[in-house]
């Protein structure tokens, strides 16, 4: 059974961190690039990060960059998304999802396999 699950979110203060993990199952993860969506209530879904399969180069959507971290390990079939600096503007839900590449733009509609989400709420 193909599966992606997400963990790692919570409740953080402004500055703090948190660390994401998405585990994989069902599927030959290292052929796949595996990016993190996130969407706040009443928003669109938005591409955060992706990781490329084989070399495993990375992209960051602007307002995360210098901040998140995306990484994997395909030993463990885990993708990690570290958030450093976390904003209010970072809450969300955060989905993990896989798709072939991770294309020019992040875009919802090419990611084949999606988990359930976890929510990250940054807040004083």
């Known amino acids: 059974q193909l599966q992606l699950v997400e963990s790692g979110g919570g409740l953080v203060q402004p500055g703090g961190s948190l660390r994401l993990s998405c585990v994989a199952s069902?599927?030959?993860?290292?052929?796949?690039?595996i990016g993190w969506f996130r969407q706040a209530p009443g928003q669109e879904r938005e591409g955060v990060s992706c990781?490329?399969?084989?070399?495993?180069?990375?992209k960051y959507v602007d307002s995360v960059k210098g901040r998140f971290t995306i990484s994997r390990d395909n030993a463990e079939n885990t993708v990690y998304l570290q958030m450093n600096s976390l904003k209010p503007e970072d809450t969300a839900v955060y989905y993990c999802a896989a798709s072939g590449s991770c294309g020019s733009i992040m875009r919802a509609n090419d990611y084949d396999y999606w988990g359930q989400g976890t929510q990250v709420t940054v807040s004083s």
């Open positions: 069902g599927f030959t993860f290292d052929y796949y690039a």
């Open positions: 990781i490329s399969y084989g070399t495993g180069g990375s």
